[in-house]
């Protein structure tokens, strides 16, 4: 093994771990090689200082961490090398070695149990708890997320103040926990490790979006009964048919016995608390491992809440006693649907689009949805019973690859030849209508629609106007090249293709099919530009624009004022799980599977989707009842600036909404006029300790019109004057930009200053804006990622050839490898905080470069200074009991990491 400084110089095999990491940097790898990015950087997005020989190279450059981040200061983190310096560590487990942290702020973290989780710093002692210290307004929320699945890695917050009083807690059982400040004040933040261990991302206050990381919402607390638990006893210490032996085993722990199973049943036994002071002598009974949490003041002001939270803590503590088979809330359940394909709960998208909810709503009939496409695998168990007839549109023999021009045969044989095919059209058709409730693969967004399967892209993935617009008008059921008709027309046309240069002919083709009451999606283009993209930008086309699993605008989708609505598609950790072929599976593996994709043409499928919903609830709806529902707000979910933007139109489709908003409209008729709404964006104004000025977006949202009075109100808490509001750009009706703007100087010291911004109008609604402002010598606002483990990444193989480890200076990484052989690296970085030997993990920082998004091979020739890129927070929370059962990241190995396939 050639070593150099500080680096380690390995060949590792890589292997593959997780269908979810599909879509990730292996995907996107191969997209490079086989794309314009695959010849790599040759040189010139950095400088290539020369340097001779065939070994002995420098690579070098530095990481950014984005303000507002810090890191958890005793994380578990060891370098691979044992000759390498080892990571800093300084406790923060007690309240006086708290770690100090600013507001706002995200923070990454790891604890774990004693014995708990990978070796490393801290796997046999435990650092079951993290203390930080913070200075916290009146309500405001602290968040904590975290990678498990809450109960064999199972995470709590506490919110203390700071006579180590606890104040709130949350301790539900989901990898989201929330507490709130009840006045402003100083308040310790604790994090313990009730089970397990996990990474953790800890949000306080409004500062998600600027750390480039936004967590997920907390779900709503599940409804359960207050003071009662099933309890199953192990056979071993009880038996089941015995209800007095369980009655008495039971009661021993202090518990009301209410009743027990049937005779051989063998089911659970039902406990009670009957109040809180019945809760403590349980605890009391359970031993000194039960530690109860809340307050005897919490007890006097909300007995209630206190007996929920001793209901849920009673649970945890049973499940982990050696003579409980299982504890469990008695929860409270509605009638509902819940779809039983397998990789179902890897379907992040359909969860932030309401969709399971949108299922509820009865609807009848069975849409058809074009897929004007790559064609579609006929074969895919998920697909074919799904399908309509179809057609293959390719005019060139020489691009359809099936050996002849256009017939009714619309399978796709791969877009290119021999292994490697993307298989495009037969993973948006999944999206759209993938066979549900089958005890198979995944679900789709409308199951009950229908797919009619059209062919225009062939070789490489490309088609022509031509092919396409007599699709099209097949589709529509108007007369085309093939000389036949389809024995039922399509409702909706999904088109996720396009490129650059507008069309008459194409045009005209979309205002007649639009004209025959056919609704026509396309997606906006993967180019992060606003460059027009057609067909999306043709008048008359609902064009898509992509959203991350976070809400925020996907890096590579493109943007603009033809942009009508957003969607999932999915991002560099986080794709769109869907049906495909492996047309070079591995041996054993089902050549008919499924793999996460991302980009616009995922996103525009769920919009699809969602409008074959809508037509089940409504089947007179037509393409300009959709237009006026999308232009009234009444689809989406607002995001960007209120009201309509560039990156995300109209909104992100709520199919929830969408079809709730179907159920009450009568087509052809617009729907009711809505009321002036007043709307400001930012929601929060949190200056933290390094901010000085905030600009504001003011908009009516809503209809009709409004007048603004001016001034805004401005209140501070303190009565200093530190806070004022200045007009930037405002209109007539004073809507528009208006700053916000804080002096420091203006307040006796250091501290949390708090206060409000009020726009009021003269007929329609207050809008009234918190203000947050820090001061303080001893916090800083420079981020903090965390250690980092940089490498160079060899691109055929996966395998991390050199690694250096690195700590932050004021807020950057500098770092250089030396020692490197010439040839192709991609350069990645990322913490392992739980030392798993896996990089950018749930909870973990990671940076690729030039970006997570878009990665590209660098080329060595020479020594390579200036090779600067971004790490973040990774966001990407998965629960640790997925249905693949596996990781996501980087895989580290000992004596080196590897990148994972």
């Known amino acids: 093994m050639a070593r150099g400084r500080g680096v380690i110089a390995v060949a590792v095999q890589s292997r593959v771990r997780s269908p979810r990491w599909a879509v990730g940097f292996s995907l996107l790898l191969l997209a490079c090689l086989a ?43 060891q370098p691979t090398d044992p000759t390498a310096p080892p990571v800093p560590s300084t406790p923060n487990d007690t309240p006086a070695t708290a770690q100090l942290i600013p507001n706002p702020v995200t923070v990454g973290g790891y604890v774990n149990v004693a014995g708990q989780g990978s070796a490393g710093r801290s796997q046999m002692a435990g650092d079951a708890a993290d203390y930080y210290r913070v200075s ?38 989901t990898p989201v926990e929330e507490v709130v400040a009840p006045t402003a004040g100083d308040y310790y933040v604790l994090v313990t490790a009730f089970a397990g261990s996990a990474n ?20 709503p607390e599940p409804e359960f009964v207050p003071g009662e638990v099933l309890v199953r006893l192990r056979a071993a210490q009880t038996a089941a048919a015995n209800a007095r032996l369980m009655g008495e085993r039971l009661e021993s722990m202090g518990l009301d016995f209410v009743r027990g199973p049937a005779a051989g049943a063998g089911g659970p036994a039902l406990v009670r608390l009957r109040d809180v002071d019945h809760a403590a002598r349980a605890f ?17 002001r909300d007995p209630e809440r206190q007996l929920a939270l001793d209901t849920e803590r009673l649970a945890k503590v049973l499940r982990r006693r050696a003579d409980v088979e299982c504890a469990d809330l008695n929860y409270v359940r509605r009638a509902a649907f819940t779809p039983d394909d397998p990789l179902f709960d890897q379907q992040w998208d359909f969860e932030v689009m309401n969709l399971e909810d949108a299922w509820d709503v009865p ?20 697909l074919d019973g799904q399908l309509v007839p179809g057609y293959d549109f390719i005019s060139s023999p ?23 095919a993307s298989f495009h059209g037969t993973h948006v058709a999944g999206t759209v209508a993938a066979e549900t409730n089958n005890g198979a693969g995944v679900a789709g967004v409308a199951f009950e629609a229908r797919i009619m399967p059209l062919r225009v892209l062939g070789l490489n993935g490309q088609g022509t106007d031509f092919d396409i617009i007599e699709a099209l008008r097949f589709a529509a059921g108007l007369s085309n090249s093939s000389g036949t008709l389809p024995a039922e027309a399509a409702d909706v046309i999904n088109m996720s293709l396009g490129g650059p240069g507008f069309s008459q002919s194409f045009q005209d083709a979309i205002t007649a099919v639009r004209a025959a009451g056919v609704t026509v999606v396309a997606a906006a283009g993967n180019d992060s530009s606003s460059t027009s993209f057609y067909p999306a930008a043709y008048p008359g086309v609902i064009s898509v624009s992509a959203t991350a699993r976070n809400d925020a605008l996907a890096s590579y989708s493109n943007f603009g004022p033809t942009i009508d609505i957003a ?38 499928p769920h919009v699809s989707g969602v409008i074959a919903l809508m037509l089940g609830v409504n089947p007179g709806l037509g393409p300009q009842d959709f237009d006026n529902l999308l232009a009234a707000g009444l689809m989406t979910v607002d995001l960007g600036s209120p009201g309509r933007d560039d990156f995300f139109g109209y909104g992100r489709i709520d199919a929830l909404a969408a079809v709730n908003a179907a159920a009450v409209t009568t087509p052809g008729t617009p729907p009711p006029a809505l009321d002036p709404r007043l709307e400001a964006n930012p929601l929060v104004l949190s200056f933290g300790v390094d901010l000085d000025a905030i600009d504001v977006t003011v908009v009516n949202a809503g209809g009709g019109s409004l007048m603004v009075n001016a001034p805004p109100g401005v209140v501070t808490d303190d009565g200093d004057a530190w806070l004022s509001v200045v007009p930037v750009s405002v209109g007539a009706d004073n809507t528009g930009t208006y700053r916000a703007q804080i002096d420091r100087t203006a307040v006796p010291g250091d501290g949390l200053y708090t206060g409000s911004i009020t726009f009021s109008t003269v007929a329609a609604n207050t809008v009234v804006l918190p203000v947050i402002m820090q001061v303080g010598a001893s916090l800083s606002s420079t981020g903090d990622a965390g250690y980092h483990f940089v490498t160079l990444v060899n691109p055929a193989t996966s395998g991390v050839v050199y690694e250096v480890g690195v700590a932050v200076s004021n807020g950057t990484y500098s770092f250089e490898f030396t020692d490197v052989s010439p040839g192709s690296y991609f350069l990645v970085a990322g913490t392992d905080a739980d030392n798993d030997g ?32 971004v790490t973040d927070l990774n966001g990407a929370f998965v629960s640790s009991a997925s249905a693949s059962g596996a990781e996501s990241g980087f895989s580290r190995s000992r004596g080196g990491r590897r990148l994972q396939q």
């Open 200 to 219: 953790y991302v800890l949000i306080v206050g409004s500062t998600a979006t600027s750390a480039g990381l936004v967590a997920p919402a907390a779900e």
């Open 398 to 420: 020489a691009r359809s690859r099936d050996g002849g021009g256009i017939d009714p045969d619309p399978s796709d044989p791969g877009d290119v030849p021999g292994p490697g």
């Open 363 to 382: 609807r009848t009939g069975s849409p058809i949805v074009a897929v004007v496409d790559s064609g579609i695998v006929l074969s895919h168990p998920d």
């Open 136 to 173: 916290l307004a009146a309500m405001q929320t602290v968040r904590l997320v975290f990678a498990g699945d809450g109960v064999t890695d199972d995470l709590d917050l506490q919110l203390l103040d700071l006579a180590q009083t606890p104040v709130d807690l949350s301790q539900s059982g």
């Open 567 to 604: 969607a999932p598609g999915g991002d560099f950790l986080d794709g769109i799980l869907s049906t495909w072929l492996d047309d070079d599976p591995d041996p054993g593996d089902p050549a008919l599977t499924y793999v996460q994709l991302i980009g616009t043409s995922m996103a525009a």
């Open 284 to 300: 009391a009974a359970l031993g000194a491992s039960a530690v109860r949490l809340g307050s005897a003041e919490l007890e006097q």
């Open 35 to 77: 794309l314009a990015c695959g010849g790599g950087d040759g040189g010139g997005s950095s400088s290539d200082d020369g340097g001779g020989g065939s070994s002995g190279l420098r690579v070098s450059g530095t990481l950014f961490a984005p303000s507002r981040t810090a890191a958890d200061s005793d994380v578990n983190a």
């Open 838 to 869: 896996f990089l950018c993990d749930a909870g973990e920082a990671c940076g690729v470069y030039p970006t997570r998004a878009a990665p590209i091979v660098i080329n060595v020739s020479g020594n390579r200074s200036g090779l600067d890129f």
